[in-house]
């Protein structure tokens, strides 16, 4: 079964713009991380790495699964209905608020290390990243009317704008030789904040439209239908980072800064295929919750797959070489953490899919209980794992996390929706014609034509 040429079209458009927009974010964490690396040693970027993660943490805490359900209403209703953007800013703010207090009070407890040292400047941070707490989740309002919305350009020129400013501001404070743990935290907790002020005026204008006709959508109150979808993602969006991200929360009371620092660079080259399933999973997430295709939904999921597989050899396969060089010898030891998280991001790509697939459907809460599955493996092999091996520790339970959350997103599709398995895996003859079409959307809007 093959898609329809208007509906593929407009999907492998959105796909371009969402793949070059995620391009963004990993390009130049890439090229900022190895300035960042030689300019705080070891344990400079361990501080650095367990400093902001907590506001990553915080964010799908406080966001209540609010902003994916503002996308997913947005996307089914199409036109204004500024109830539902009221009840979600009002949300977000309260627990927003909530959320940063923790953050702020958990400061000392996640500073101190394994041996029992606190150390103050991590302290100092943490509290900076609980301040950045409820503006950053605010900003989630009018991204997500964006992405409802299916405006991947705009969505595209923002993530840029937020490359471009942090790469910027990082390369201006190594010139400058003010490069530290706190002025590097300053610099990648406001560059989301800047780049996001370029989605306001869209969703001002999105709020002066008239008000769409009355639907089944709208029957139920904002009130009600927006915390009602939001729950039922907010376990999954919190135990998505957990999976991705509690690793360098915890790393240093569970080890050190120095361990804490060569699995922040593992991360970082470790999660780069996310340039391509991150990109698919946005829009067909957008895409599904308005009518779903089974069969679009199989390749989506197979051509993200093989993408990010080929990604993840060409950078294993080279990476003995060049990771010294890039990051400095002392970040060497982060070649094997590197490799695993490589393979939690190749093994996890099907899974990330088939999640949006169950999203899209209505049916997050199955996605959810994936993902909280999941994050338990995560925890688990954390816990016992990062004390005795430090760095691998975290990448092998981002590894045990990935496999049991990705598989089980696609058997609830097999048994809910009768989608099968085998149809999430493998290449088809058609796959490597949809490529052939991606790539040259994705050239086409690089490369401007010419007149």
Known sequence: MTVAAGGARSVQAN????????????????????ILAR????????????????????????GFGVPESLIYHVARIRRSE???????????????????????????PLSRDQAGHTNPLLSDLIRLSAAAVLPTLLLLIPRSIAAGRHEWRLLAVERGLFGAI??????????????????????????????????????IRYLREPASSLNHVQAESPWRSIPHYGFRVWLGAL??????????????????????????????????????????????FSAESAAGDPARLQQAARVTTFLTLGVGIGL?????????????????????????????????????????GLGGRGRPGLRSWSMFVAAIANVLVLVVATPQV??????????????????????????????????????????????????????????????
Do not use: K
């Open 15 to 34: 796909f371009a713009y969402s793949f070059l927009g995620n391009l963004v974010a990993p390009v130049t964490a890439l090229v900022t991380a190895p």
């Open 39 to 62: 300019g705080l040693d070891t344990s400079g970027r361990g501080e650095l790495a367990a400093a902001t993660a907590p506001l990553l943490l915080a964010t799908a805490v406080g």
């Open 82 to 108: 500024a109830g539902l953007v009221r009840a979600s800013a009002a949300l977000i703010a309260v627990m927003g608020s909530v959320v940063a207090v923790a953050v702020f009070l958990l400061a000392g």
């Open 166 to 203: 942090r790469l910027v501001w990082i390369i201006g404070l190594a010139v400058t030789s003010t490069l530290t743990p706190r002025s590097a935290t300053i610099a990648l907790l406001l560059s989301p904040l800047v780049s996001g002020l370029v989605l306001i005026p869209g969703s």
């Open 239 to 284: 135990s998505g980072i957990v999976l991705t991200r509690v690793s360098q929360v915890v790393m240093v009371p569970l080890s050190n800064e120095h361990q804490t620092g060569l699995f922040a660079v593992a991360v970082t080259i470790g999660e780069l295929p996310l340039i391509v399933s991150g990109a698919v999973r946005d829009v067909m």
């Open 316 to 356: 294993g396969v080279t990476m003995v070489w060049w990771l010294p060089m890039v990051f400095g010898r002392d970040f060497a030891p982060a070649f094997w953490p590197a490799l695993v998280v490589l393979a939690a991001t190749v093994v996890g790509s099907t899974g990330s899919v088939a999640g949006a």
């Open 390 to 451: 430090g760095a691998m520790g975290g990448s092998l339970a981002m590894l045990a996390g990935s496999t049991v959350a990705g598989t089980l997103c696609v058997l609830w599709l097999d048994r809910r929706f009768g989608i099968p398995m085998r149809g999430f895996y493998g290449i088809r003859r058609d796959d490597i014609d949809q490529l052939r079409r991606l790539a040259g959307l994705v050239l086409a809007r690089l490369v401007p034509a010419r007149v």
